[in-house]
């Protein structure tokens, strides 16, 4: 199997927001996130579903959101609002369209010949069946242009009929395998949201422990939220440090050609060489979106 190359855009953060509140959506293009979610589905309730969607298109129209990825979450396609969705989204500007609850491979070739060539689609991973059928649907994501996995934590605890505690024991094995399955296949990958507004040392301890897991970041529900995730999934210092000293270590002329070198008393591969270069092009990219907001 061959592995696309990994994206390296700076996913810490990204804000989902009902996209009919126009004050919040206002606030979203200031708001110091990686990806604004204007979302279509659970956020709106049924009878305000088509104000959302024209104030969806009206919002890519009008751009202002800077640097910030624009994602729109569309309802499903099998339901009395999908189709409609994707048919206002196709050709509309947005970076890419979030679906909900896709569980098969199938559905993904009928989401983009919805949409048409243009925005990336996100698939949201909230169901039992989405599980099962993981690694199906990653080995179609470069054929219909799938970038990102966003985990659904409330929607598949609610169908496993589980608890979840802070440590979140119960999917613990699935939050690894949708890691794994995205890092197969050179997939972006957010941790799922935070309910607890007030609880932010929770807010925090959940964050700390996405980033330990390997996610690139985490979508959240509310402005306040986005300070300590960017911080979690922000490279830390010694992580840059490591990373500059890796990659110097592998253009110093002594070292040219070579595919292993020691450095510190370990041995440094080229892939460990890749992730060091990851980890400097999202750190710069974070420095400049500061130095552009300051």
């Known amino acids: ?48 579903k088509a104000e959302a969607r024209d104030a969806a298109v009206a919002a890519a129209h009008d751009g202002g959101f800077g640097d910030r990825f624009l994602v729109v979450r569309i309802n499903a396609i099998s339901s009395e609002w999908g189709a409609d969705d994707c048919d206002a989204l196709r050709d509309s500007g947005v970076a890419a369209v979030l679906i909900p609850k896709l569980s098969a ?24 069946a989405a599980f099962l059928n993981l690694d199906a649907i990653a080995g179609s994501a470069s054929r219909e242009g799938l970038t990102t996995f966003v985990l659904g ?16 024991s119960a999917v613990s094995s699935l939050l690894t395998q949708l890691v794994v399955t995205a890092r197969a296949y050179g997939l972006s990958v957010m941790d799922g949201v935070f309910n607890a507004l ?27 939220q986005l300070a300590a995730a960017n911080t979690a999934f922000a ?12 990659v110097a270590a592998f253009a110093a002329p002594e070292n040219d050609g070579k595919g292993v070198i020691k450095l510190d008393g370990k041995m440094v591969e080229i892939l460990h060489l890749r992730e060091a270069e990851r980890t400097l092009q999202i750190r710069d990219s974070i420095a400049a979106r500061a130095k552009v907001q300051a």
């Open 1 to 48: 199997m061959s592995v696309p190359e990994t994206m390296w855009r700076p996913l810490r953060t990204a804000l989902y927001l009902p996209a009919n509140r126009a004050s919040a959506v206002a606030k979203a293009r200031t708001a110091d996130c990686d990806a604004v979610i204007l979302d279509l589905e659970d956020a709106v309730a049924p009878d305000a």
């Open 105 to 128: 491979s199938s559905d993904l070739a009928r989401y983009r010949n919805a949409l048409g060539a243009e925005p990336e689609l996100w698939a949201m991973v909230e169901t039992c």
């Open 153 to 168: 934590t409330n929607d598949l605890a609610l169908e496993m009929r589980c608890t979840l505690d802070a440590d979140r």
């Open 198 to 224: 007030e609880d932010e040392a929770g807010f925090t301890a959940q964050c700390v422990q996405g980033a330990a897991l390997g996610f690139d970041g985490k979508t959240v529900i509310h402005p306040k």
């Open 235 to 246: 490279p830390s210092d010694d992580q840059i440090a490591k990373a500059e000293s890796i």
